[in-house]
């Protein structure tokens, strides 16, 4: 509710602003983002720290999935970023953002699908 509400003045707030000065409503939108992100911190870092729990419980390695929550990261604040950047007009610099989170993805989990091949590699019958 409170992110619905926030949103919902920022945007009703921005269209007002938007007629008279529409640099401060690309600032009250970003400004608003923000607002929302760091509302919901508190919230990724409980279920982070719920993901990490539960993968110490099942003895699986925590580099694994430290490096899948990384990307899990990367792809939220890229989408974040490039949004924002839509919003004030730029989509081919929200085109790049969103490409840069690409291949950082791709880069984070080159490790991951290596350990998964040679395991896959190892249980074939030689």
């Given at each position: 509710?409170?992110i619905a509400?926030?949103?919902?003045?920022?945007?009703f707030?921005?269209l007002?602003?938007?007629e008279?000065?529409?640099?401060f409503?690309i600032l009250l939108v970003?400004?608003?983002g923000?607002a929302?992100?760091?509302?919901?911190?508190d919230?990724?870092?409980?279920?982070i720290?719920?993901?990490k729990?539960?993968?110490a419980?099942?003895q699986v390695?925590?580099?694994y999935?430290?490096?899948?929550?990384k990307i899990i990261?990367?792809a939220y604040?890229?989408e974040?970023?490039s949004?924002?950047t839509?919003?004030?007009?730029q989509?081919?610099?929200?085109?790049k953002?969103?490409?840069?989170?690409?291949?950082?993805?791709?880069?984070m989990?080159v490790p991951?699908?290596?350990?998964?091949i040679?395991?896959i590699?190892?249980?074939?019958?030689?």
């Open positions: 509710m409170q509400g926030t949103a919902l003045v920022a945007t707030l921005g007002v602003l938007k008279q000065k529409p640099n409503a970003v400004f608003s923000c929302i992100f760091l509302f919901l911190v919230k990724v870092w409980m279920i720290s719920m993901v729990n539960l993968a419980d099942a390695n925590l580099i999935i430290e490096t899948i929550l990261g990367i604040i890229a974040f970023a949004q924002i839509k919003d004030a007009g989509g081919a610099l929200a085109s953002i969103e490409l840069g989170g690409k291949v950082l993805i791709l880069a989990a991951i699908l290596t350990v998964l040679e395991t590699i190892n249980l074939i019958p030689g």
